[in-house]
């Protein structure tokens, strides 16, 4: 009957925890994507969006994208895309159902080691609701977090098996803290090693696979041992018999752990420092790295308790003398006592150390990135923090009259205290503007947040307010080449083609290895005029960019329009190896085709981009124009190309000389002569308002042919120009 009321009880409490997280985290299936590294991780990433494939799968175990490797976190994005497409909502939800299994497992862990259930469900609560996690699991890029959190936990439950598994068999396990059965040494046990020994290496190696930041769960393990495990001869376990293992058996036993670390490390070191994310001595001195890491600790306790004014991105600050060393004294105080009381309270000390070892590896002694701290790097660390808290207070160190019901409903409060600061953080997620604007509201100096939020308006097609922002964060940072190329992307949408040119310079003087400025400047040449400085630059980007699937498909463009249909076509070529299902890819591959006399081949392609956007007009006129201009022998279809034609003209509200130059064409091969003579003057009065001398030449040629009552039968391919309306290439990070 206990058994049966403690299965309840803890079943409630799960339920509990899962309808409070579905609650608070309801809203983020209605956010869409941000400009803050999700095009990193989803929406221009070709190998995520196609999905799981044997190419993506390879892609993610050998690339070293976003400065980490963590195929198993390009797989999680790459799987949501073969189930949802981009939508965006399924890929926040998914992160939600990950918090939830992350929470009852943690509840569950902590139960199991603890025999507390209710302290324990209170450090599950407050994990599951604090402001703090919001930017963990509402941001999509993110996933790395609650992935990687998934196995961390996974680890320690499967250690906690392992650890129990050792018992001698006719050891009976008790939830008894006061029992003292010693339990034999580590090395008394000549049995093949546990399967959950093992089961513990492959969580703890897929947790590294995920997010690199779970390297210190070796130096948790030892701290567990401790308490409330109670193997080392120090503290009695708080279930189960007592054991004294001695200390150099217990690292032996974790130097698998270690060893899968420091690989990771060195991965991980390598990555960073190829990528470029890793910042000089000479641009952060070791001395403002060793302040911002004192200062960041006290920091994340303090959000920890009283979570305000958090945002997205927190900006790199020279912290006074005066607050460093009072935060070390703090941070020096703290560690003193929770050693001096460790034997009385060992919870004080694990949960401590848990927190700040497990902060370690982001605190920024190793500066990767812009940002100061993060809230996402409060994930793991907290639930240390949160031990302390659940363990002392019921227990003793404070409170320790207080009656018992009295305890519970003050932890129930605050759990749920969380919850409304926690609902109105998860609402800055919404969206771009909404993130950044927000962010500029609660900090100072937010170089990021202006730039970002900058980005956002200029998607928006507000290019004058994303001007300003741009130029604040310039200000603020005038050595950021990713913000002097978005300030140029926002100058040349407004026409402004020489200032942009002179931002996209600037930033590859800071950055010449920077391939997305490349690839805008390019952009910006060609539309002066100049093909030649264009083509140069696109074929930087895509050498400094192997997989610029955009850089590629414009440089095939800017060829095709040089007169070199032949290299066009291998630009092509491995922008649809990137991104097969590229539309404006496959129509400038046509066209390139169309001009070297493949027809038959061009068709395809036309044919293949109508099948990937319906209406698309380009690859709708490209295709009107081969079917009518081809002998029907040849493969000509005057019937078709009139229909595809008319459709073009009405998607373009026939003002477009060019698509109504393909539908007199199309009129013509049909036989319809009247119709054709009618529609090309159209075209002609069109290209005459327009000054486009050749292409009037071109169609009064075309009209001669058809008052004589002859179809036109030479291949002509209007060649696109470059997709200046394509999204450019930024940097925000």
């Known amino acids: ?54 190419k993506g799968f390879v892609w993610a175990f050998t690339n070293t994208s976003a400065y980490n490797w963590h195929p198993l976190t390009w797989l999680s994005h790459m799987l949501d895309c073969q189930l949802f497409g981009l939508n965006a909502g399924a890929h926040h939800l998914v992160n939600v159902i990950f918090h939830v299994a992350n929470t009852l497992l943690l509840f569950s862990v902590l139960r199991r080691m603890t025999r507390a259930p209710w302290r324990s469900a209170f450090v599950a609560a407050v994990f599951a609701l604090h402001p703090l996690h919001v930017e963990s699991v509402a941001w999509v890029a993110e996933r790395k977090d609650v992935l990687s959190a998934l196995f961390w936990v996974l680890t320690i439950w499967a250690y906690v098996r392992y650890v129990e598994n050792l018992k001698p068999q006719n050891s009976k396990l008790k939830a008894s803290p006061q029992t003292r059965s010693p339990l034999p040494p580590l090395s008394a046990f000549r049995s093949p090693p546990s399967l959950f020994y093992f089961l513990a290496l492959l969580f703890f190696s897929l947790g590294l ?173 907290s639930i240390g923090f949160l031990i302390m808290l659940a363990w002392s207070v019921p227990s003793g160190t404070i409170g320790q009259r207080l009656p018992k019901p009295v305890v519970a409903s003050v932890g129930v409060a605050l759990a749920g205290l969380c919850a409304i600061p926690c609902w109105f953080q998860v609402g800055y997620w919404k969206g771009s503007e909404t993130l950044f604007r927000h962010a500029l509201e609660v900090t100072r100096g937010n170089w990021m947040a202006h730039n970002n939020l900058a980005l956002a308006l200029w998607q928006a097609r507000k290019p004058q ?19 002097h190329n978005n300030l140029g992307n926002a100058l040349r949408q407004i026409g402004k083609l020489q200032e942009a040119i ?173 119709n054709a003579i009618v529609t090309a003057q159209k075209a002609i009065d069109l290209a005459r308002s327009g000054k486009q001398p050749q292409l009037i030449d071109e169609i009064e040629a075309r009209l001669r042919l058809y008052r004589s009552g002859q179809a036109y039968r030479q291949l002509r391919s209007p060649v696109p120009a470059p997709s200046a309306d394509l999204t450019p290439q930024t940097t925000t990070r």
């Open 1 to 54: 009957m206990i058994l049966t009321s403690e299965r309840q009880r803890n079943i409630l409490i799960c339920l509990g925890l899962a309808l409070a997280i579905a609650v608070v985290y309801s809203p983020v299936v209605r956010f869409g994507f941000i400009n803050y590294d999700d095009p990193t991780y989803v929406t221009d990433n070709a190998f995520v969006k196609a999905g799981l494939t044997f």
């Open 209 to 381: 696979m995920a997010k690199p930041m779970v390297v210190t769960l070796p130096f948790v393990l030892l701290l567990l041992d401790y308490w409330p495990l109670g193997r080392t001869p120090w503290v009695k376990p708080l279930v189960g018999d007592e054991a004294r293992t001695p200390l150099g058996e217990l690292l032996q036993e974790k130097l698998p752990f270690l060893a899968l670390t420091a690989l990771s490390c060195v991965v991980t070191f390598r990555a960073q420092s190829v990528g470029g994310a890793v910042e000089s001595l000479e641009r952060l001195p070791v001395g403002d790295r060793l302040s911002n890491a004192v200062v960041s600790y006290v920091r994340y306790l303090g959000k920890l308790l009283w979570p305000s004014r958090l945002t997205a991105f927190y900006p790199y600050e020279k912290w006074p003398f005066e607050i460093v060393m009072g935060t070390g004294v703090i941070l020096l105080g703290v560690s003193v006592w929770v050693i001096l009381r460790a034997r009385r309270e060992p919870q004080l000390f694990v949960g401590w150390f848990w927190f700040v070892g497990t902060l370690m590896p982001v605190i920024g002694l190793l500066q990767v990135g812009a940002q100061s701290m993060a809230d996402r790097y409060t994930y793991l660390p």
């Open 465 to 483: 307010e994303a001007v300003e922002h741009f130029e604040a964060a310039l200000r603020l940072r005038p050595d950021s080449a990713e913000a």
């Open 502 to 674: 002179g931002c996209f310079d600037k930033a590859l003087q800071i950055k010449p290895d920077y391939a997305e400025a490349h690839y805008n400047v390019g952009l910006a040449l060609f539309a002066l005029g100049q093909k030649q400085e264009a083509v140069r630059h696109l074929e930087k980007a895509v050498r400094l960019k192997p997989d610029f699937a955009e850089a590629y498909r414009n440089l095939g463009t800017v060829l095709l329009l040089t007169g070199n249909a032949k290299d066009a076509i291998q630009s092509y070529r491995q922008a649809l190896r990137l991104r097969p299902d590229d539309a404006e890819t496959h129509s400038g591959m046509g066209t390139a085709l169309n001009q070297l006399g493949r027809t038959q081949d061009a068709i395809r392609h036309y044919e293949e981009a109508l099948r990937i956007r319906p209406d698309y007009a380009e690859a709708q006129n490209n295709l009107a124009w081969a079917l009518a201009t081809l002998a029907p022998q040849e493969g000509g279809n005057p019937v078709r190309a009139v229909a595809l034609a008319e459709q073009t003209c009405k998607i373009t509200g026939n003002r477009a000389a060019t698509c109504l130059d393909t539908l007199a064409a199309a009129y013509a091969a049909a036989g319809r002569f009247n």
